[in-house]
């Protein structure tokens, strides 16, 4: 069956849904033009979602534009398309859009987040956009900017004055750039989510009733959703009236019971079904077992219910995207990987997971061709530089200040101060985020590491009459979920040394961004750990490749001014995933930031195909 809208020719495919069949509009190809301005509706039914009033079964695949190389974007639709999904779902990262207070960017490298949706209507399918303002993700600071931080009493996800004037910024903002991709406007987005699992966090009804009438105001005119887990307080406290309610997830009948109690008369779906789960530093990668995916997956196709799978493809935290968790084991930060034992895999290949979810969702057409990669051979890597030698002009305080309160969110901090009085004994640091090494005249003293506890570390009496104490602080990732979500970077309180309070500091920063790291010039050696390494390799033609760090210990790689992100030798993550579009023709640099090693330590990098 066709019919012809404005010149071009609309062809009806179907995807399997459950036991029947869906209407999808799609275009001709992956290069035939975009259906746009075409008028369809979508509403909320007392029980279902309806599509030009006729119920409709979401099967949704969760896709992260900024976890995505752009020149991905398409491919990966693609996959989840074929996967037998007919909808992407979208995560928005409030932060990865507003690096700098006031300053927001929705159109460089892959924060074009219009063309993204523009790709999936390209593809016939439907969207579902999830723009916080907070989103979890296991991303930095849950997707809120850093720079809220720098207020002592900042109180967030709340009517707090000034976190919902930069919030309410923000959504006029993204408003206006993602309207015209609405389902009222001719787009594929079907519905918006008001904040993020926000029965987990608070219960100020007050605060996500503003939200959703702040997306009304800008512009908003789709239904709205929100996403609790399937208890009673969750729901209660994140729920909205008149807003489907998303649960994370719906894996039995009486979470829709639950569900339909608490809020009804509005359709009730699996926000997030999860096909696999996140993985942190130091503890083994997470591959949940795909039979209970399954069976999950089935009873939710029996019984016609919608849902969206979190993730179908997770892509990779890239530069310090990456979040931390501290669900009762103190901090846990999450690794560069986003992989999420995910059906579509970080490079984007079908995973037996995914042949098995296609065939349960009668998934038709030719799966997506796998993207190339490549090994390059070992890369021979000189030191450049130090932390040492590459020290900026020192902010001067009494006490020891967080990152944030001195303007930077992310990267290192040392800092200095001169021992008087007490000079040796046991070091305390209140609070350490997050991890620090520790120096006493040069020499190298030991390390402290948040994740395990670790706040004191023994001074031995040095031979100087005024020893000089450095500690050179490495933020990983803000928290991203529940309640310590509050979570500012560097030392946070004070230090002392036997019990004296350690006064007159002072801090270097280094941001580690891109200015940064291609404003380093080559300098004669340091001995103390904190090396900048630097290697050239010349390729005749590029693809994506594995960066393999597993001769070094931590820190941070750039291939090309291009952050791929941190490694640690505490694994499970070895290799950093580095697309091909960051690789040239010709010569390729590569930049290491290791903070444990020295320039006697240096050892050749290498990329693997896989």
Request: aromatic letters at 10%; glycine letters at 10%.
């Amino acid at each position: 069956m066709s019919r012809w809208i404005s010149g071009s020719l609309l062809v009806l495919s179907f995807a399997y849904v459950g036991e029947g069949l869906q209407a999808l509009p799609q275009a001709r190809g992956p290069e035939g033009p975009r259906l746009r301005n075409v008028a369809h509706t979508f509403a909320l039914g007392a029980e279902d979602f309806l599509y030009d009033g006729k119920p409709l079964q979401i099967i949704s695949c969760e896709l992260h534009p900024a976890r995505i190389p752009v020149e991905y974007w398409s491919h990966r639709i693609r996959m989840a398309k074929a996967m037998g999904c007919n909808t992407i779902a979208a995560y928005v990262f409030w932060n990865y859009h507003e690096r700098v207070e006031g300053r927001f960017d929705f159109e460089s490298d892959n924060r074009g987040i219009d063309k993204f949706f523009k790709l999936v209507q390209a593809e016939g399918m439907h969207a579902i956009v999830r723009p916080g303002p907070y989103v979890c993700a296991e991303w930095d600071f849950g997707g809120l900017p850093p720079y809220l931080l720098k207020d002592p009493e900042l109180r967030v996800r709340s009517m707090y004055p000034r976190y919902m004037q930069a919030a309410e910024r923000y959504m006029a903002a993204f408003a206006k750039v993602i309207k015209p991709e609405l389902v009222t406007s001719g787009g594929p987005i079907l519905m918006l989510q008001v904040e993020n699992e926000y029965g987990s966090y608070g219960n100020d009804r007050t605060y996500m009733t503003r939200l959703r009438d702040v997306w009304t105001a800008n512009g908003i005119d789709v239904p709205f959703f929100t996403g609790d887990g399937p208890t009673p307080y969750m729901l209660e406290a994140g729920s909205l009236p008149g807003a489907a309610v998303g649960l994370d997830s719906g894996s039995d009948e009486k979470h829709w019971e639950l569900a339909r109690s608490i809020n009804p008369g509005v359709p009730v779906f699996s926000s997030e079904t999860y096909p696999g789960w996140l993985t942190h530093w130091g503890e083994p990668w997470q591959r949940p077992g795909v039979a209970g995916l399954l069976k999950e997956v089935g009873f939710l196709l029996s019984k016609k219910k919608s849902f969206n799978f979190y993730v179908a493809h997770g892509g990779t935290n890239f530069g310090f995207t990456a979040g931390a968790n501290s669900g009762g084991k103190g901090y846990e930060p999450d690794v560069t990987s986003y992989d999420y034992d995910a059906p579509i895999d970080e490079q984007g290949n079908a995973t037996p997971k995914y042949l098995a979810l296609r065939e349960l969702l009668g998934g038709t057409g030719a799966i997506p061709a796998p993207i190339p990669s490549m090994a390059i051979p070992d890369v021979a890597m000189t030191a450049l530089t130090s932390v040492w030698q590459q020290l900026p002009a020192p902010i001067k305080t009494v006490t020891p200040r967080t990152f944030e309160s001195l303007g930077q969110n992310q990267g290192l901090a040392v800092y200095r101060t001169t021992l008087v009085g007490r000079k040796s004994g046991r070091l305390t640091i209140t609070d350490l985020h997050d991890f620090a090494t520790v120096f006493v005249d040069g020499k190298f003293i030991g390390t402290l590491d948040r994740r395990l506890g670790e706040r004191t570390l023994d001074i031995p009496l040095s031979t100087s009459p005024m020893p000089r104490l450095e500690i050179l602080v490495e933020a990983m990732g803000h928290i991203n979920f529940a309640q310590e979500i509050i979570d500012r970077k560097g030392i946070t309180d004070r230090v002392t040394l036997g019990g004296m309070t350690l006064m007159n500091w002072e801090t270097f920063l280094f941001p580690l961004n891109d200015a940064w790291i291609v404003g380093l010039k080559s300098t004669p050696q340091d001995a103390r750990p904190g090396t900048l390494f630097k290697g050239t390799f010349t390729l005749n033609s590029t693809a994506d490749t594995w960066i393999d760090m597993s001769a070094y210990r931590k820190g941070v790689v750039w291939v090309n001014g291009h952050n791929l992100g941190r490694f640690w030798d505490i694994g499970p993550q070895t290799k950093l995933y580095c697309p091909a579009s960051w690789l040239k023709k010709g010569e390729n640099t590569i930049t290491v930031l290791d903070l444990l090693k020295t320039p006697a330590d240096a050892a050749p990098v290498r990329g693997r195909e896989k």
